[in-house]
């Protein structure tokens, strides 16, 4: 009879017991996925450097990780990702909003492989940092939008999703649709773009339903 | 199997409370207590069983020697399971003639007597020395006929010796009632000695015929009519010469029973009725009848017989017969002296106590002393093991396809 009561305590207890997983975020090895950060404005110009503050020095920025809920698995290119969100409900969940300082370098004339390193270096800070401690079960896309707002401002509204200002983008990427428990190895994350002058795409990115804007 | 222990039926004993000590030291009290040891004891000595204990089932072994040892083992080594007292027992072994070949001398030496009487001419001592009117009956009941026939004839003697004409006629018409020879001893004797034999023997020849309609109580009963036995079996009718005649009937398992009768007229109805026999009688009867026939042996008068002769109130016969390859056990269950059960089994000899312990199960079950083992299905055992089985099997099933839950950290 004990021996009874000991399994079923022990099965109780494995019961209760999570396998924790981790996911870690990647822009690539080579910071191939930081496209959405390197967008230049009509004029040429970074969309960050427009950020520079007056005396120079880093940009501050911070990172806004949502995860964004889908309503199904649709494909991984931009396009087929605002086709399938404008007949799905695609929207932010506000409960796993995560904001970081993340302090960007100022890469004003800079050549885009240059300013690409230089990012890179900058957002190896946040290694090590998490981002959610138990992804949601469904699935979902990981977008990380580079805003001037604060942290302390975005937090202000913790159960409703403001939308980020797009006068205050400065870069975006986002992660292929993912079940982040089901996934074996790093989610990478990336910019779908063709060509640098792509401000308009992370206005597009950073918006709260990845509705597309002419 | 328990294979579990099979339980009993309720013995047939009564359950009367007993004080075994008593309350006070008085005489009432202590004669309750020696009235109580008394009466144990006489359990006891009489074979019967003491009340709550196991029912005692004899067993007698037959055949092969070789079955023996595995019976003996069971029985003394007590290695078998069943919930009986099992007492091995032995054939009854035939008595000798002791009781009849007495009487017969006794006889012989009362003739001797009365014919020295009679050569000294002491006629009343030579009808004393013959000995009383119940002899007659007794040594024809008991098949003596050419001897009665000789008391006959020195009877006839004795009185003609005393001039007794009309005592010497009728003792010697009996001879003729009973259809018995003149005895050789007549040609010692005076020439008027065997006159009066022949004419009295002619009287009681010439009498009238009674048909005699005998019945028994107990059957079927072997009929003797003046000691020639085996002249029917009862019921059954008989003719018999007007006058005193003796009968005895002789049943297996019964005491034999006689009686003197006086024919007269057309008819007469006699019926007897017999007690059980002692277990000696009954021993002796089946030594008689069965001791010399092995095929028999289980026959339902034979074990009858053996379970009276070993006051064995359960008792089981066991007959191993050897075979090219083992033996055949034949087991016979005897229950108050009827057949309740048989059976029948085959064995290699290595397997021959394992197989005498399943013969004597299977005639204990059949003859309701013991109770068959409960089906798997009612058994606590099976249904715990079942659980027991579903639980490991759905603990096994749960731990194979269970998986763990997955919480996943998202972090760079």
Redesign the interface.
Known sequence: MRRLVLGALALALLAGCHEVRQVRLTFGEEGEGLDGFLCREDDGSYLLTGAVPPGGGPVPASLVIDFVRLGGLPGCRSGQLIRWCTDHDCAVMPEHRVCLPAPLPDITGLPRAEAREQIREALRSLSGATVASKAPEEFIIVRITATLQTCDALAASPTTVEPLKEEELVGCAYSCPALLDAIEGDVYLGFDTLTEQCAQGVRVCASGDLRWRP | MSNSSPSLYPPAVSHHPTRLLPSTGSPASLARLLSLLLGLLAGTASGTEPVGSLPTVTILVMGAPEAQPAVQALVEERRTRLPVTLRLAALPSPTGETGNGRELLGLERQLQEARRHYIDAEFASCLQSLGHEGVLPETLSAGHRQLVARLLLWRVACHVGMGQEKAAHAVAEELGILGLEIPADVGVLPPEVGRMMVRGAEAGAARARTMLRITSDFGPARVSLDGRSGVCLAPCSLEAREGRHVIRVDAEGRQPAVQIIAARGPELEVAFTTLPATPELAASQWTAHYAGSSAALDSTGSLSLLASALRAPRLVLLNAEPEQEGYRLRGTFTLDGRVAARTERRTAPKALEETVEGVLRDLLIQGRIVEPAPALYQRRDFWIAVGVVAVVAG?ST?ALL?K?????????
């Open positions: 603990a749960a269970w763990q839950p997955v919480r996943t950290e998202v972090g760079f």
